[in-house]
């Protein structure tokens, strides 16, 4: 079993910040890709930001130069520091892991995607 689950989520005003973090546990052998999606009322869920466990980023246009991903590849985790908050990135935020979870000592099967349960996100403007 893997586990995955997110804090950090609030209420900011517009301008302000946040720092989202997120941790995986469990059965787990390796991880590669982690990220962020993130999805709006009314709206599809958005990627917004992927860290490969070399530390190579990717960011939607939409947060690009406001939000910095960063990883700790030891502890399974990765953050999301969220700065120039505005009410168009109210949201809900999910973390993700793309696991190969372990089925012994040294193997591992998948790689599968596990997801949080989301954190809210609300910035007033």
């Known amino acids: 079993q893997v586990q995955v689950v997110e804090s950090g989520g609030g209420l900011v005003q517009a301008g302000g910040s946040l720092r989202l973090s997120c941790a995986a546990s469990?059965?787990?052998?390796?991880?590669?890709?982690m990220g962020w999606y993130r999805q709006a009322p009314g709206k599809q869920r958005e990627l917004i930001a992927t860290?490969?466990?070399?530390?190579?980023?990717n960011y939607a246009d939409s947060v690009r130069g406001r939000f910095t991903i960063t990883r700790d590849n030891a502890k399974n985790t990765v953050d999301l520091q969220m700065n120039s908050l505005k009410p168009e990135d109210t949201a809900v935020y999910y973390c993700?892991?793309?696991?190969?979870?372990?089925?012994?000592?040294?193997?591992?099967?998948?790689?599968?995607?596990?997801w949080g349960q989301g954190t809210q996100v609300t910035v007033s403007s």
């Open positions: 860290i490969t466990s070399g530390s190579s980023t």
């Open positions: 993700y892991a793309h696991v190969v979870a372990a089925i012994g000592p040294s193997t591992g099967i998948g790689p599968y995607d596990y």
């Open positions: 469990g059965s787990i052998f390796s991880i590669n890709t």
